[in-house]
């Protein structure tokens, strides 16, 4: 019976504890054990995201929306903010391991001994997050960064919970108290697909967590509070997130809209960097550029819907109907395919011609960075995932034309070479590059 209620009630990262065990030891030894500073530094930039994919698997991680900040992009995130000071309060709602909560408080001043700044830092920064093991883990990181930039091992009588008392295991969307307080919003909330809420006026049907956390965060806030915040690209640039900038508009001012690129490399999704603050709500706010061009241009995202393809040919079963196989080892480039050499079984998403293939990662010396082929014919075609599927919105084999014509050319290896720095395309990446039809 105990096991049965043990095994209901397991953390699904419970086998990060071990992790964060190791941080709480390391933050009592000593500063002058020689490499205590090397470590700490391990500890604040990017190895708590390396344990959690070592030992969390991805879809665990997918399905919680646990992917951490790293420290250039939280860096970033805070140097767009302003008026920071000693009054400044700081609320992450979903925290996770604190990176953005560590980025702000690398701003903050010291205190004269270590206690006092931990009890200043504690008025100022707050945060929240479903799970127990990473308010643990972030308690404890910001408590390493304060002793390692005062270089000291002063003992310390409180427990981590006792100096960040609002740090602490709560639903982020619940916290009316915190939202209130707060002068700063910093937030990269998860990004899967969620219901839209049932009383929603600016969605309706899937949408990602991200646009009702903003949406749901600003509406909590008070007025003057500025958000800071790490966004799936879709949100700034898909023509279906219109609705969301609008409600956004309506409930803030948006300052800065910024394109960053890739997350990381665990996390194969563009983001863009938002830095707004709320203010009353205006029924008629003045309309703001989310895009670069005082004229937005076009992009695929508008005439095409852009997915990765969905066999993974060493996990999925071959199961289900037979259908025409393209992989990019037998898809040739820069013309139509009508004959497929290669067929396989497959149960999930196929997809009608004609749409346009185009490979996810680009040959090294190939002088195009998106290489794409039409996909003709009157059979519904599995796809590998190393391929990249944009279907025409209007069904219309003259569009996959056109949208191959514009990917061949100097423009798009440069708007490419700009946004991402790795070979890999993605999805938000083909999605946002500028076409007209
Ligand atoms: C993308 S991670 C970002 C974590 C952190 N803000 C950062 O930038 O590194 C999102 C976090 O939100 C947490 N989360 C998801 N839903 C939540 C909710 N309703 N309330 C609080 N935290 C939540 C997840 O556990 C995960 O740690």
């Known amino acids: 019976m105990t096991a049965v209620l043990n095994q209901a009630t397991r953390s699904p990262f419970s086998d990060y504890s071990a992790y964060v065990s190791k941080l709480q030891r390391l933050k009592l030894e000593s500063h002058r054990v020689a490499d205590w500073n090397t470590r700490v530094d391990a500890a604040l930039n990017g190895q708590a995201s390396v344990e959690l994919r070592r030992v969390a698997p991805v879809e665990t991680r997918r399905k919680f929306g646990a992917f951490f900040t790293g420290t ?14 000693a009054k400044s309060v700081f609320y992450d709602p979903t925290c996770g391991m604190g990176d953005l909560l560590i980025a702000a408080a690398r701003k903050l001043s010291l205190c004269k001994t270590l206690p006092d700044t931990l009890r200043q830092w504690g008025k100022q920064l707050t945060g929240t997050d479903l799970h127990r093991e990473f308010i643990e883990g972030a308690r404890t990181r910001l408590v390493l960064l304060a002793r ?11 427990t981590d919970a006792g100096f960040f008392p609002n740090i602490r295991v709560a639903d982020g969307l619940k916290q009316k108290a915190l939202f209130n307080r707060a002068t700063h919003l910093l937030l990269n909330p998860p990004f899967g697909q969620v219901a839209s809420p049932t009383d929603c006026k600016w969605a309706g049907g899937r949408i ?6 903003v949406v749901a965060a600003l509406e909590r806030a008070k007025q003057g509070t500025e958000m800071l915040a790490i966004l799936p690209e879709v949100l700034r640039s898909g023509s279906f997130s219109e609705q969301w900038r609008k409600r956004v508009s309506q409930l803030a001012e948006v300052q800065l809209v910024q394109p960053y690129g890739i997350f990381d490399d665990s996390a194969d999704v563009d983001v863009f960097l938002l830095r707004l603050t709320r203010r009353a709500e205006s029924q008629n706010p003045a309309p703001h550029l989310w895009t670069d061009s005082a004229h937005r241009t076009s992009i695929v995202a508008d005439f095409f819907d852009v997915h990765v393809g969905r066999v993974v040919p060493h996990r999925d079963k071959k199961k289900g109907e037979e259908h025409p196989y393209i992989h990019p080892r037998c898809v040739p480039t820069w013309t139509t395919m009508r ?16 749409f346009v293939a185009i490979r996810r990662t680009s040959r090294p ?4 960075r998106a290489t794409a082929t039409i996909i003709a014919g009157n059979r519904p075609v599995a796809v590998e995932n190393h391929l990249i599927v944009c279907e025409p919105k209007n069904g219309k084999f003259s569009a996959c034309r056109e949208l191959m014509r514009q990917l061949k050319t100097e423009a798009v290896n440069e708007f490419l070479n700009a946004r991402i720095r790795c070979r890999h395309l993605t999805v938000g990446s083909v999605a946002a590059i500028p076409f007209k039809l």
Do not use: M
């Open 208 to 213: 990602t967590e991200a646009a009702a956390f």
């Open 339 to 354: 004959d497929f050499p290669e067929s396989r079984r497959h149960e999930g998403k196929v997809y009608a011609p004609p």
């Open 148 to 158: 390692q930039r005062h270089k000291t091992d002063e003992e310390l009588q409180n």
């Open 72 to 85: 250039d992009l939280g860096s970033r995130l805070i140097g767009c903010g302003t008026g920071f000071d």
């Open 365 to 368: 010396g190939h002088p195009y």
